[in-house]
T-cell receptor
Framework: LAKTTQPISMDSYEGQEVNITCSHNNIATNDYITWYQQFPSQGPRFIIQGYKTKVTNEVASLFIPADRKSSTLSLPRVSLSDTAVYYCLVGDAGRGSTLGRLYFGRGTQLTVWP | KAGVTQTPRYLIKTRGQQVTLSCSPISGHRSVSWYQQTPGQGLQFLFEYFSETQRNKGNFPGRFSGRQFSNSRSEMNVSTLELGDSALYLC?????????????FGPGTRLTVL
């Protein structure tokens, strides 16, 4: 089971760029890296997914180095509403199993201050 | 397209009772996963169903069970409830349950065991 390690918490101010790094030393060749966001009392919400190098969408960028043992979620110009828990997941295909083996971990609590 | 729905949203039970939670996935999604979220353990995978078959199972006791119907709707059951079962139970659906599939989470069912 491919596990991930993230900082427990991070603080930022409105308008700043936030980078959250995740370690996944045991990532397998076929694994993808996915990030989710969760607000209190809600289910997690998909943010971005990537395999290597850089992926960008309308809300975030994902940077993955060549060895893929870590990844960095970048949130540009955060606002108060970005205060949430961010989870880094690595897809573990395992013995033919698929999504069911995703490990959410404890995530990173991002707090954005005015 | 309607999102993932879970019923009930809140539930209060006493120790020893059993409970059934329901999840309706997004139309067309065949994979349904269940997660338990607690402040102490974070978000933990319970099991995943695909085409009415349990395909993956997390490390939970046999008191936790589930099933999926032909229309992909899923239920999970917890028997002989314990105080420690108090948690937010989240259901997520995806197209095929592949690790690259985006999971869409429901709002969760908040279970309180007294």
């Amino acid at each position: 089971l491919a596990k991930t390690t993230q900082p427990i918490s991070m603080d930022s101010y409105e308008g700043q760029e936030v980078n959250i790094t995740c370690s996944h030393n045991n990532i397998a060749t076929n694994d993808y890296i996915t990030w989710y966001q969760q607000f209190p009392s809600q289910g997690p919400r998909f943010i971005i997914q990537g395999y290597k190098t850089k992926v960008t969408n309308e809300v975030a960028s994902l940077f993955i180095p060549a060895d893929r043992k870590s990844s960095t979620l970048s949130l540009p110009r955060v606002s108060l509403s970005d205060t949430a828990v961010y989870y880094c997941l690595v897809g573990d295909a395992g013995r033919g199993s698929t999504l069911g083996r995703l490990y959410f971990g404890r995530g990173t609590q991002l707090t954005v201050w005015p | 397209k309607a999102g993932v729905t879970q019923t009930p949203r809140y539930l209060i039970k006493t120790r020893g009772q059993q409970v059934t939670l329901s999840c309706s996935p997004i139309s067309g999604h065949r994979s349904v996963s269940w997660y338990q979220q607690t402040p102490g353990q974070g978000l933990q995978f319970l099991f995943e169903y695909f085409s009415e078959t349990q395909r993956n199972k997390g490390n939970f006791p046999g008191r936790f069970s589930g099933r999926q119907f032909s229309n992909s709707r899923s239920e999970m059951n917890v028997s002989t409830l314990e105080l420690g079962d108090s948690a937010l139970y989240l259901c997520a659906s995806s197209l095929e349950g592949q690790s690259t599939d985006t999971q869409y989470f429901g709002p969760g069912t908040r279970l309180t065991v007294l």
